[in-house]
């Protein structure tokens, strides 16, 4: 049987990349320091605005099935749009040279290990006390999973679903409903946090989830239908 809460949110789900968590090194940090070594001092808000470009371009299925190539210089030319969507967010310019010699600053020293933000575990904790199941959806293939149950005590996970186990990306309905239907939830009494509006918000508004978008930078300008907070401390007050 499906468990019941005497909760009005029984179900709260996260996506993970720059929600739960971020490269070790965080990529903010190493873009606006490849800019400012090219005379660009770029805000954080620019930079993270670009990242997102980069992100819902880079990591569709389209996309994610294109090879970068070897060298260095070729995947700084793959991965051209970053650059160009940074400044494009700051209103500058840059030759196109100095902008493939930025990613390729960036790739030099590009770590791919995960962090945890520092909000994150209070949150779950509390979350947990407070009697409600958590899920995590992204858009990911499995491999991921590891990596989350390294960082986040399972007991504090009820299920996480990733694209490949969903056969579906965010924002399409299947993949929000395979992980409402693994916890047994109503998508009415559940929310779900995530940094994108195309992926997250719109994807969760159209299954019928309540949804939160985290702005850690105060950079998203999309839309309006949905709760906007700053960081996860935040959201307790509306789940």
Known sequence: MCPT??????????DWFNTLAHYQTPREDLYRKAFRGAGLDIQPAAIYQGL????????????????????????????????????????????????????EQVLGSFCTTFVLYEDVLPVLISLKQQGKMIGIITNADLRITQTIHE????????????????????????????????LCLKASDSAYIGDQYQSDIVGANGVGMKAILLDRFDAIKDGEDFIRVKNLQEIIKHV
């Open 52 to 103: 997102q470009v980069g992100d819902r371009h880079y990591f569709s299925k389209q996309n994610l099935s294109k090879y970068p190539g070897d060298t260095l210089q070729e995947k700084a030319r793959y991965y051209h749009l970053y650059a160009q969507a940074i400044l494009t967010a700051a209103g500058a310019e840059l030759p196109y040279e100095k902008q493939i010699s930025i990613i």
């Open 151 to 182: 960082l986040i005590n399972q007991d504090l996970l009820d299920t996480v679903v990733t694209s490949e186990e969903a056969r579906s990306e965010k924002p399409q309905p299947q993949i929000f409903n395979t992980a409402l239907n693994k």
């Open 5 to 14: 809460l005497n909760t009005v949110i029984k179900g709260v789900f996260f």
